[in-house]
């Protein structure tokens, strides 16, 4: 399987200390979250997921519930909860988030369970602290895009956008 070739390529690449190696350490590091999470992988029919009971049928996760499950998995999602490894990032800075803190959360929690309710992976990962700023994390991107439109769309204030390289992962800040 492609971890344990990449895990042997980073073993190997261990005690090498030069600069270009360390780039290329973190290159495949990348490569090894890539297969971890990617959620374009077609899974077998009625793969059910160990963790959170998620299925794979008809092509794609849902809560479907199925008499018959035939394979176990942990599912991306569930993974990046387990790994703290979160696909969207959502970074709030300004007074305004904590002046209507509640408000603003119910409206996370709002968009979390609609699009969760039909994308079993795309969910809140934490709603965290720190220092001047807050930050949202979530398992999907998709939830993360709709999280910030609507902070800028009910709020107004400033948003900005950016994906990573493979377009797994994408970056969100709203200042207001
Ligand atoms: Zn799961």
């Not at 959170?52 to 794609?60: E, P, Q, S, T």
């Not at 990962?125 to 709709?146: F, N, P, W, Y």
Request: proline content about 3%.
């Amino acid at each position: 399987m492609c971890l344990n070739k990449h895990s042997d390529a980073y073993a190997r690449e261990e005690p090498v200390m030069d600069k270009g190696m360390y780039q290329r350490r973190d290159r495949l590091v990348q490569e090894k979250h890539h297969d971890v999470y990617r959620n374009q992988e077609k899974w077998p029919e009625s793969t059910q997921c160990s963790s959170c009971k998620a299925i794979f049928v008809n092509g794609r996760w849902s809560w479907a519930s199925s008499d018959e499950v035939l394979h176990n998995v942990v599912c991306p999602a569930c993974q990046r909860i387990a790994d703290k490894y979160p696909a969207g990032v959502i970074e709030i800075t300004g007074p305004f988030f904590s002046e209507h803190r509640d408000e603003i959360e119910n409206l996370f929690h709002n968009l979390e369970k609609k699009e969760n309710a039909e994308h079993p992976l795309e969910r809140i990962m934490a709603i965290s602290d720190e220092d001047d700023k807050t930050i949202v994390s979530t398992t999907g991107i998709h939830l993360a895009r709709r999280i910030g439109k609507a902070l800028a769309s009910a709020y107004e204030g400033s948003l900005s956008m950016r994906y990573g390289d493979d377009e797994q992962s994408v970056q969100l800040s709203w200042e207001r």
